[in-house]
């Protein structure tokens, strides 16, 4: 008996090991029923277990929204704010099988707020479950959730008009809302649309046909669900793997850990290891500590190489016949995720696959239409907005378009001072000059150049606020360095706004790019050997760190000219701050512009205490 329960125990685990898993979404706008459908699937389908139904109905009496029935929202709203205020905050994900098919359902909410962890739920979802309120209709956050599956890379929509109890089961009311979403998403590209009339309250059309929807022909939603083909092309593909991890435990092994983006992997299998392009083959592949014939998509393994070659986190194992592109420009979709706006010129962290680098929005092309989808123009990207913008990155990436390969083409973009994710984005294809435009090697260097005038190049950085005196110092630090003999430059902010800054003017993206292109020129006057002084209000803390960045260790010499705005205002001779407070400059630095104080600043001058020879003195002391 024994033997005969172990039998069919493995036999089980055997058919369940080979079932297909679906991957879908619940999405749409508040209040329609994603959570309370998603609880139905799991009740109808004997997903619950006595303890969670206990627990559930214990639940619904204190928290219920559905009077004396049970609650079934709860199953997924976990979180007590969620509880308390009946919306789904966080993506909830919930497994469940059927017969044929188990799945992964990710229960994404509706407010607006929120729209970012619905993209994190379509990110690896193969189909979309859209709801829509049958009293409502299709509404802004219907249109922006689907807009965002389908940038996202799902083909497959069940478009949910749920509630339909509420409108009387009418007929008219399901076809209205339907051709009104066919005509909105007509040009998104989805392989397959299927409509669906239901009440996720009371199973309607959910796990069953109902009587209720007589002049409904089409399978209920979990037939469907257990029908409908998405075509997983991900093994016919070239193989990709991102390395994850070097395995060297002793001097005899060295294996590369990852796992498989597309296609399949043998032994023997001839192998490219990029971006550097070295060619070899695949020795053996490695499961855990069992050695196997095939890996397939999404099976993290260990895989051995014939030769020892150079391959660390972050680069990529391919094909060797089909190499992907390697590019550092880029056009991309990106979904802006947080209420800070986007400003294009301004660095942000790029995580791929498993590759963190620096990037930076250069363009943004045009903004799409949440409801339209209208192509509009944008200097910035607010809360939930998206747009094609154009991307540079600090070091070259494998890539993908998003369109062929979602792991390989997406990306998430991170603050470099709070480390907040802040976008998402699908690479759509590299710019031609990614691969048009080379460094050009030249045979005199910095430090020749810098030794030719028997001095250190350096980039002394003057922040502070209008009228705090980075002018007046920086002037008298050039002057005793001239005459010590020494070659240098002032770059002035108001100087520089006559020519090559005249176009911008103060709003935070203009400011963001008067920045960039001064410590552009400032590199350049640095990789001439010279001492280039820059005196910029410079109020962002992430555009004063990306000038850093563009300077060997050492190079920039950051100082914070510490004023306060009341001596500011009384040193101030032009009126510019009695005009600000008057309404008469906008965003003026200090009054309706914030100013974001250095940290650890080389020097902190605080000039009320300081006579500009002293301040001046204090620069040099940090030179020496």
């Not at 993506?91 to 098919?101: G, L, S």
Request: charged share 25%.
């Amino acid at each position: 008996m024994n033997d005969l329960h172990a039998r069919d125990i493995v036999s089980f685990l055997e058919e369940q090991r080979n079932k297909q898993t679906l991957r879908f979404i619940t999405c749409g706008s508040v209040d329609d029923g994603k959570s309370t459908l998603i609880g139905r699937l799991l009740f109808e389908s004997k997903s619950i277990f006595d303890d969670q139904l206990e627990a559930l109905e214990s639940d619904s009496r204190q928290y219920g929204t559905q009077g004396e029935k049970t609650d079934l929202a709860l199953l997924v709203d976990g979180l007590q704010a969620e509880r308390e205020q009946g919306i789904t905050i966080d993506v909830a994900y919930r497994f469940f099988a059927t017969d044929r098919r188990r799945y992964i359902v990710a229960d994404t909410p509706g407010h607006e707020q929120y729209t970012r962890n619905m993209a994190t739920g379509a990110s690896t979802a193969e189909l979309a479950v859209i709801l829509i309120d049958a009293r409502k209709g299709v509404l802004t956050q219907t249109r922006r959730h689907s807009r965002i599956a389908a940038m996202m890379g799902i083909r497959h929509i069940v478009l949910a008009v749920n509630k339909m109890d509420l409108v009387g089961f009418d007929e008219a009311v399901y076809n209205g809302i339907i051709a009104d979403y066919q005509a909105f998403a007509a040009d998104f590209g989805f392989l397959s649309t299927h409509a669906i009339p239901l009440s996720g309250l009371d199973g309607d059309n959910v796990l069953h046909r109902s009587a209720q929807t007589p002049w409904y022909n089409g399978p209920s939603l979990m037939e469907y669900l257990d029908t409908v083909d998405v075509g997983d092309t991900s093994e016919r593909a070239a193989f990709r793997m991102p390395v994850q991890w070097v395995n060297r435990p002793n001097l005899d092994f060295r294996g590369f850990c990852g796992r498989i983006a597309e296609g399949t992997l043998h032994p023997g299998d001839a192998v490219r290891v990029l971006p550097s392009g070295v060619q070899t083959r695949v020795k053996a592949i490695l499961a855990g500590f069992d050695a196997v014939e095939t890996a397939h998509p999404g099976d993290a393994v260990t895989v051995t190489l014939t030769e020892e070659v150079d391959a660390s986190r972050g680069d990529v194992l391919v094909a060797a016949a089909a190499p992907p592109e390697v590019a550092d420009q880029f056009e991309a979709k990106l979904l802006w995720m947080v209420e800070h706006a986007m400003t294009p010129g301004r660095q942000y962290l790029m995580k791929t696959a498993c590759k963190e680098v620096t990037a930076t929005i250069t363009a943004i092309k045009y903004r799409e239409d949440v409801n339209t989808g209208a192509h509009l123009a944008a200097k910035s990207l607010g809360l939930n907005e998206i747009a094609v913008v154009n991307l540079s990155t600090g070091a070259p990436l494998v890539f993908e378009p998003y369109g062929v390969n979602r792991v390989m083409g997406g990306f998430i973009l991170i603050d470099k001072l709070t480390f907040e994710t802040v976008g998402a984005g699908m690479i759509d294809f590299a710019l031609r000059r990614a691969s048009t435009i080379h460094w050009q090697m030249l045979e005199v260097n910095k430090t020749e150049r810098a030794a030719q005038k028997h001095q250190s190049a350096r980039c002394i950085w003057f922040t502070g606020l209008s009228g705090s005196g980075k002018s007046t110092i920086a002037n008298l630090l050039e002057k005793r360095l001239h005459a010590e003999g020494k070659h240098t430059y002032v770059l002035d902010g108001e100087n520089v706004r006559h020519g090559l800054n005249r176009d911008l003017g103060f709003t935070e993206a203009d400011r963001v790019e008067n920045v960039r292109r001064v410590a552009e020129v400032a590199r350049l006057m640095a990789d001439a050997g010279l001492i280039v002084l820059v005196s910029f209000i410079s109020p962002y803390t992430s555009e004063r760190r990306m000038a850093r960045d563009l300077f060997e260790p050492g190079e920039f010499v950051e100082v914070f000219v510490d004023t306060p705005v009341e001596e500011c205002e009384r040193r101030d001779a032009k009126g510019l701050y009695a005009r600000a407070r008057q309404g008469g400059l906008e965003n003026f630095t200090g009054i309706d512009s914030p100013y974001e104080r250095p940290q650890a600043p080389e020097v902190h001058l605080q000039t009320p205490q300081m006579s500009p020879e002293d301040c001046v003195d204090a620069v040099l002391r940090a030179l020496a």
